[in-house]
């Protein structure tokens, strides 16, 4: 093998390997049907739990990325750092910019449609903060990767990650809802849009 073919070979390893999605990787997950980003800022929710508002946006800035954590309760949490993770598999994503963990919950209905509300919570030993990987066609071990669509499953209600065209009035700057649908339709079809793993955010 040449010197050339040698480094072609290994800038595909290289591309390969930046597209999976492993715990401690800093992503983007982007609504399949409305292309808005998932998104949190430091704002509440003004009824249901008041805890911190989840949305899709339009635009893109550092309020759009979420870090991959070990699920609550994992035992072995400290060995799964930089490994990919897996169709199936059960974990949180933590909001990159003020720490808290995508959440759901029973019994609070959503602030636009009823649904399940979704928000984003400080506590990180609450399990209602961790969901489950459902890969489009994947098998179990299916390594999750950008660009193919994914459902993200709340586990302790079943209930999946939701968006559509409703949008929250002004205390929401008007931006996308976000919920949580037991009905399932094509509005829970996620993917992810960015992946870096460089400075493996901790």
């Not at 093998?1 to 800038?11: F, I, L, Q, R």
């Not at 759009?64 to 949490?77: E, F, H, L, R």
């Not at 968006?163 to 700057?173: C, L, Q, R, V």
Request: with cysteine; hydrophobic share 30%.
């Amino acid at each position: 093998m040449s010197n050339a073919d040698a480094d072609t070979k290994e800038d595909v390893i290289d591309v390969e390997q930046r597209a999976i999605v492993t715990y401690g990787s800093r992503i983007k997950l982007e609504h399949l049907n409305t292309q808005y980003r998932l998104h949190s800022h430091k704002h509440d929710y003004p009824n249901g739990s008041k805890q911190q508002q989840v949305t899709c946006y339009s635009k893109e800035d550092d309020n759009d990325y979420w870090v991959v954590k070990p699920s609550v309760g994992n035992q072995q949490s400290l060995q799964l750092w930089q490994k990919p993770v897996q169709n199936g598999q059960t974990f949180m994503l933590q909001h990159y910019c003020t720490a808290a963990y995508l959440h759901s919950h029973e019994n609070i209905a959503s602030a636009v449609t009823n649904q399940q509300e979704v928000t984003a919570h400080w506590n990180p030993h609450d399990n209602n903060s961790n969901w489950r990987l459902e890969i489009t066609g994947g098998n179990e071990g299916s390594i999750w990767k950008r660009g193919p669509r994914i459902k993200l499953i709340h586990v302790n209600t079943n209930a999946a990650l939701h968006s559509h065209s409703h949008k929250y009035p002004n205390w929401g700057f008007s931006q996308q809802e976000v919920t949580g649908f037991a009905g399932r339709d094509a509005g829970d079809f996620w993917f992810v849009s960015k992946v870096e793993k460089e400075a493996w955010y901790l």
